[in-house]
């Protein structure tokens, strides 16, 4: 393919190994350097990974707005900050709007949109893999931390500013809604291509004011093995938990079915709830974080993994790296992105939004044997068809198919 495009960057809160939106960033710079297109990588703040060793990287700051050693300056610095904007104006006259585009990830922790406004100053065209949803939650996550539910609310409005939401309290909630006021002037400049993970996020943001009505899409890619033999379901035993110990993580509600039911349980991840549930529910195995090798060995130990999100979690990739992995199902709940490749009773199945008696009722769903057989037998199956279209040759086409439809 000729390409008009020969530029990329790519921009994210961070360079240093800290979430998944880093990762998917960082991993997206190293696909594009290896098809031979100039990659810079624009970060807030560092310290830079290794994987980027090889790849021109720019640090604007230490560290994010929340480390500032003025709160009033970081606050400042957060709604629309001077020296993201600077930084990137100068990156920005080395290259052309004819050949270069601008691939954001994430700017609200270390950036701010002033990286939009930037764009919008030189000309340049931009593109936002929607990760999270702060284009248009304040909060970023369309859900009330105070009250540990799911938000309905229109963001911005008056029962959205009333309404103490936010994980640090109501100054919080009143400071990060004056940012998304900031910054929804400061997109709307820039008219960004939305990128979505999943139709999942797409039909939350839907009607945003932003979305242009043509949506693109760019799920996450996978490195899969390239052989994979599925482990034996008869020697799975149990069901694995893997993520973070927080209330929109809903880790309680796992441990409360398993225990309800008498079943085996293990959890893989760490949190501030961790003793809290240790102590609580004894016969359960809490196994701290582990790494992919870890990961890849529990799940093919288990029988399934469970998701207990109780958030509109967009896009887990924990349940394919389960099925990448080893072949096993995931039961998850029906309001998280998982449910665009989860499908109830063909890969798993799926319970309401954190209600207990329907997990349950899923977890003995897969208990019995003819109903986790069929839903074995569909996973490897389907399998093969699932990982080519999460490999990087994929994303590669999906990446190249936006940025040229963006140079005209």
Request: glycine share 4%; with cysteine; aromatic share 10%.
């Given at each position: 393919m000729s390409r008009r495009v020969k530029n990329i960057?790519?921009?994210?809160?961070?360079?240093?190994?800290?979430?998944?939106?880093?990762?998917i960033a960082c991993l997206t710079a190293n696909i594009l350097k290896g098809a031979g297109y100039g990659v810079t990588y624009f970060a807030g703040c560092g310290p830079v990974r290794s994987e980027l060793k090889d790849i021109r990287t720019i640090v604007v700051r230490d560290g994010s707005f929340l480390k500032s050693a003025s709160k009033v300056s970081g606050a400042l610095e957060g709604l629309h900050s001077k020296a993201s904007y600077e930084a990137l104006t100068e990156l920005l006259r080395e290259f052309s709007p004819a050949d270069t585009v601008v691939h954001v990830h994430g700017w609200t922790h270390a950036l701010s949109s002033s990286i939009f406004d930037a764009c919008a100053d030189l000309g340049?065209?931009?593109?936002?893999?929607?990760?999270?949803y702060f284009l248009v939650c304040p909060n970023g996550g369309f859900y009330d931390y105070q009250r540990n539910e799911i938000c309905h609310r229109k963001p911005c409005s008056v029962g959205c500013v009333l309404r103490n939401c936010d994980k640090r309290g109501y100054a919080q909630k009143l400071y990060r809604v004056a940012r998304a006021i900031r910054q929804n002037r400061s997109v709307r400049r820039a008219k960004p291509k939305l990128c979505y993970l999943s139709p999942f996020v797409r039909n939350i943001l839907y009607k945003s004011g932003i979305d242009d009505d043509d949506p693109a899409y760019l799920p996450n890619p996978i490195l899969a093995p390239k052989?994979?033999?599925?482990?034996?379901?008869?020697?799975?035993q149990g069901y694995l938990f893997v993520g973070r110990f927080d209330p929109e993580k809903n880790p309680k509600l796992f441990c409360e079915a398993i225990t309800r039911l008498g079943l085996q349980g293990t959890m893989c991840g760490s949190g501030h709830q961790?003793?809290?549930?240790?102590?609580?529910?004894?016969?359960?195995?809490?196994?701290?974080?582990?790494?992919?090798?870890?990961?890849s060995d529990q799940f093919r130990r288990h029988r399934a993994l469970v998701m207990t999100s109780s958030w509109y979690e967009a896009s887990p990739l924990v349940c394919l790296e389960a099925m990448f992995a080893s072949g096993i199902p995931s039961i998850v709940p029906n309001t998280c992105g998982a449910i665009d490749y989860i499908k109830d009773g063909v890969n798993g199945a799926l319970f309401e939004n954190n209600d207990l008696g329907s997990l349950c009722s899923a977890l003995e769903r897969m208990e019995n044997t003819a109903f986790y057989k069929g839903v074995c037998e569909n996973?490897?199956?389907?399998?093969?068809?699932?990982?080519?279209?999460?490999?990087?040759?994929?994303?590669?086409?999906?990446?190249?198919?936006?940025?040229?439809?963006?140079?005209?």
């Open positions: 960057i790519v921009v994210s809160d961070t360079a240093s190994n800290d979430g998944g939106v880093s990762q340049f065209r931009v593109i936002i893999t929607v990760h999270e052989t994979f033999t599925p482990s034996d379901p008869t020697n799975r961790l003793e809290t549930l240790e102590a609580q529910y004894p016969g359960i195995e809490f196994l701290g974080w582990c790494d992919k090798d870890q990961l996973i490897e199956r389907e399998l093969p068809e699932l990982r080519k279209d999460r490999s990087y040759d994929a994303y590669l086409k999906r990446l190249e198919s936006v940025y040229e439809a963006q140079i005209v």
